[in-house]
T-cell receptor
């Protein structure tokens, strides 16, 4: 596709359940980022993948959060034992290795009841 | 720590000019970005400044002063479709992750 795609677009889950969010970056983009945008808040960095290097996980808020990137392309963000405070829009972005600009996907809106 | 401040909301009139300010205090500096985000949509890139001065791109311009930790986004000839949130973001270090301000919600009125 032409842009970053994310699925699902919306997810409603019950507290304590696990969820998986998927991101398909733009073809050829080696860098991939996950951010979280809570209601009325700015975007918060979660994790960053660059090529085959070890990911930068410094933004993950707790050990319930994890992410992987298979084959240097698709990424999955997993939240275990979801809590109500995990409710937010989860945004994925990708970029070329030589380019400054990050291109964002439409996000997954997660609601934890 | 990282701190990026911008006004929460601004209102302007169609056809006018508006300036959205952003001040930052970060552990390092490796570029400042402005993104536009319409409600319920993905942020889209507007501008990038890494050196002091003004970058102009059509109706949008962005200014940076690294010594003052200050940037602004200037929107000219405002249109109704410019109603959106404008996000200021700094890349603090060599890694590419961005630190965002809370965003400025701009409302353009007829």
């Amino acid at each position: 596709g032409a842009g970053v795609s994310q699925s699902p677009s919306n997810k409603v889950t019950e507290k304590g359940k696990d969820v998986e969010l998927r991101c398909d970056p733009i073809s050829g983009h080696t860098a991939l980022y996950w951010y979280r945008q809570s209601l009325g808040q700015g975007l918060e960095f979660l994790i960053y993948f660059q090529g085959n290097s070890a990911p930068d996980k410094s933004g993950l808020p707790s050990d319930r959060f994890s992410a992987e990137r298979t084959g240097g392309s698709v990424s999955t963000l997993t939240i275990q034992r979801t809590q109500q405070e995990d409710s937010a829009v989860y945004l994925c972005a990708s970029s070329r290795p030589w380019e400054e600009t990050q291109y964002f996907g439409p996000g997954t809106r997660l609601l934890v009841l | 720590g990282q701190n990026i401040d911008q006004p929460t909301e601004m209102t302007a009139t169609e056809g006018a000019i508006v300036q959205i300010n952003c001040t930052y205090q970060t552990s390092g500096f490796n570029g400042l970005f402005w993104y536009q985000q319409h409600a319920g949509e993905a942020p889209t890139f507007l501008s990038y400044n890494v050196l002091d001065g003004l970058e102009e791109k059509g109706r949008f311009s962005s200014f940076l002063s690294r010594s003052k930790g200050y940037s602004y986004l200037l929107l000219k000839e405002l249109q109704m479709k410019d109603s959106a949130s404008y996000l200021c973001a700094v890349r603090p270090g060599a890694g590419n992750m961005l630190t965002f301000g809370g965003g400025t919600r701009l409302m353009v009125k007829p």
